[in-house]
């Protein structure tokens, strides 16, 4: 049997870059393609914060509909926008090989780094950016960010902030990396932060076995951990956590903490075990922090949001 993988993706130029980059890959293997795209719920509604709309999967809903529909066959996301849990009948077909994971900072024009001994505005739409920030900058002022890339960049161009967070990833991806940034080297990524994943229905065996041809097993085997890490700490609520693992010589070494909205309380934990002993790394790691009052912490958090 063969068939047109329709390949679903949202349409903003980082989110269709992602789906070329997955068509050219299959159509170097001699499948036949095609590239659907739509508009997803957090693409159109700007003017709230992501934690404020309550819905999980804000960017991936819709696709998840069209391939459940049967619209689609495949949908490539980043991979931090997909939820832990995903829906009945849908899977992880693939984690291509992980780009950079480190958060920027995209400074204004005539603004650096000396702004930071001063009160000053930074922008983001993320409540682990912000409670990271605002954790090593109290006396700074945070204000939401939303929209795509290209919107981010001209908002931070149009306000008088200082300047804004940005996924490395996405910028250098779509070639809008400016050059007054910095790495912000400290800030822990998201999960999954800087990997693309490949989702597709659980009963389509010819688009699975199309997609694990571009699966690369370390950058999934670090992913794992990170989203296990997130999905065992978060139990359904959205939180400003951190998460970071790399293979170095077969040791799988993992970073992870978890903020208070203000910044002002911190959990962090550091650990490395073999990857023969990978399994529930995520999920040990997360229950030391929820031990050693991740508990208390989380509960505020839902209390406050």
């Not at 400074?107 to 920030?133: E, H, P, V, Y």
């Not at 229905?201 to 997609?211: F, K």
Request: hydrophobic content about 40%; charged content about 25%.
């Amino acid at each position: 049997m063969t068939k047109t993988i329709r390949i679903g993706t949202r349409d903003s130029e980082l989110a269709l870059w992602q789906a070329h980059t997955v068509q050219r890959k299959l159509e170097a293997l001699g499948y036949d393609t095609e590239l659907i795209s739509v508009k997803s719920t957090g693409d159109l509604i700007l003017d709230k914060p992501l934690y404020e709309l309550g819905i999980t999967g804000i960017f991936t809903k819709t696709l998840d509909v069209a391939m459940i529909n049967g619209t689609v066959d495949i949908a490539v996301h980043s991979m931090k926008d997909v939820p832990t849990k995903l829906p009945q009948g849908i899977i992880q077909a693939a984690v291509l090989e992980r780009a950079a994971s480190e958060d920027i900072f995209v400074f204004r024009d005539g603004k650096n780094a000396d702004d930071f001994n001063a009160k000053t505005t930074i922008a983001t739409g993320s409540l682990r950016r912000k409670a990271q920030w605002l954790n090593r900058y109290p006396y700074h002022q945070v204000v939401d960010l939303r929209g795509n890339v290209n919107t981010r960049l001209q908002k931070v161009a149009d306000n008088d902030w200082t300047g804004a967070i940005f996924a490395k990833a996405g910028l250098e991806r779509i070639n809008l990396k400016p050059e007054n940034h910095i790495v912000l080297d400290w800030m822990i990524p998201a999960p999954a932060q800087g990997a693309m994943v490949i989702a597709a229905m659980q009963n389509d065996t010819y688009s699975r076995e199309a997609c694990a041809q571009l699966n690369h097993a370390d950058s999934a085997l670090a992913t794992y951990v990170e989203r296990e890490f997130l999905s065992t700490l978060e139990g359904g609520c959205t939180a400003p956590i951190g998460a970071y693992a790399e293979i170095k010589e077969n040791r799988i070494y993992f970073k992870g903490v978890l903020f208070s909205l203000d910044g002002s309380e911190k959990m962090e934990i550091e650990e490395s075990v073999p990857v023969s002993e990978c399994r529930n790394f995520g999920t040990l790691c997360a229950l030391k922090i929820l031990e050693g009052g991740g508990r208390a912490l989380m509960e505020a958090i839902k209390k406050e949001l």
